[in-house]
């Protein structure tokens, strides 16, 4: 009686059952897919809310290499009054790459389509995945690639913040080498609201003109012209416009001392929106104070008057920028001060 040997049936059930694990991997994979684009399509935003248990479901019960990225944004509501953190502004930025990466990418043929999700997690919802990815303070974006867990994905530096959705969508490109394509911003008006604006001008126009005939508009009012002109000087000596474009608080909250405000920051690398107004008002009196003596003061035909206003003026400008430099010495380290020759 022979013997029939069992190394080849053995080597075909193991033949079997890897091709059989290989399909069924690959198709849960794909419909893996197909429930995050589901689910891309439900958000208005393109943004996917996970949980616990959905980060269970897509990052860590499966097996890498995944066939998508996935980059989140985590969030906390109780968070966004503090205006200093700009999780609103940041959290909305994301959402904008979001919906300017599934635009760009909406044809099936494209080789971006379906490899890239974007998602937020909330801390209340799921506590246990910030600390998972080992999230202890905010604003925090994780990006998760394919052959990737959780715990060694690559963090988004605060330097990817600062030119907010073109500098994430760089971010992303440079990691994943995708397409994420240009950034496609919401219109400042709808269009209801244009054809609103529109209407109105239309209807207004007729009595416009008649009031620019007539000489009656507020550009032929010369205090109209004093105020603007005090504004755009209060407006450049006050660094206005480097907060508006650096986004500067006005104030921070001291974190040895919640229940205090910080307005003056010491660090040259800083400046406080209350800095700079705080210094733009003492220019400002210095150059009203100026303004007075040049245009209103010579008028004057009392000189004993003249010469008071004139030490009163000179008295608060000496003030005013003494304050100046001894916030500019209290903020940079670097001293300021008056240079005597040795002649004198």
Not at 97 to 109: C, F, G, T
Request: hydrophobic share 45%; aromatic share 14%; charged share 15%.
């Amino acid at each position: 009686m022979t013997t029939i040997p069992k190394f080849p049936f053995l080597f075909l059930f193991i033949f079997l059952c890897s091709f059989i694990v290989f399909t069924v991997s690959s198709e849960s994979g794909d419909d893996q897919v197909s429930e995050l684009l589901s689910l891309q399509s439900r958000s208005q935003s393109g943004l996917i809310r996970l949980n616990d248990q959905s980060v269970s479901r897509f990052l860590t019960s499966v097996k890498t290499p995944r066939p998508y990225w996935i980059v989140i944004f985590f969030d906390a509501l109780q968070l966004h009054e503090k205006s200093e953190l700009r999780l609103k502004e940041l959290r909305n930025e994301f959402a904008i790459v979001a919906s300017s990466y599934i635009a760009n990418n909406a044809d099936p043929s494209s080789p971006s389509h379906g490899k890239l999700f974007f998602c937020d997690i909330e801390f209340k919802e799921s506590q246990s995945s910030f600390a998972l990815f080992g999230v202890n303070a905010l604003p925090h974006i994780r990006l998760i690639a394919p052959h990737q867990n959780p715990k060694d994905s690559d963090q988004m530096d605060q330097g990817d913040f600062s030119r907010l959705a073109e500098s994430m969508a760089e971010f992303l490109e440079s990691k994943t080498n995708l397409v994420v394509g240009p950034i496609h911003r919401p219109p400042m008006f709808s269009k209801g609201q244009l054809i609103l604006i529109v209407l109105g001008f239309l209807i207004s126009l007729p009595f416009m003109v008649k009031r620019v005939l007539a000489g009656q508009t507020l550009l032929h009012e010369p205090r109209v012209w004093l105020a603007g002109s005090v504004f755009v000087y209060f407006f450049s000596v006050s660094g206005s416009m480097h907060s508006i474009i650096r986004k500067m608080p006005m104030f921070l909250v001291d974190r040895n001392d919640p229940s205090k405000l910080v307005f003056f920051y010491q660090g040259s690398g800083m400046q406080l929106g209350a800095e700079g107004f705080a210094v733009g008002f003492l220019y400002t009196i210095v150059g009203l104070l100026l303004a007075f003596l040049t245009q209103a003061l010579v008028k004057v035909k009392n000189v004993t008057v003249q010469r008071l206003f004139m030490i009163f003026a000179l008295f608060v400008s000496f003030w005013a920028v003494k304050k100046v430099v001894f916030l500019d010495n209290w903020k940079t380290g670097y001293g300021i001060h008056g240079y005597w020759p040795s002649s004198w």
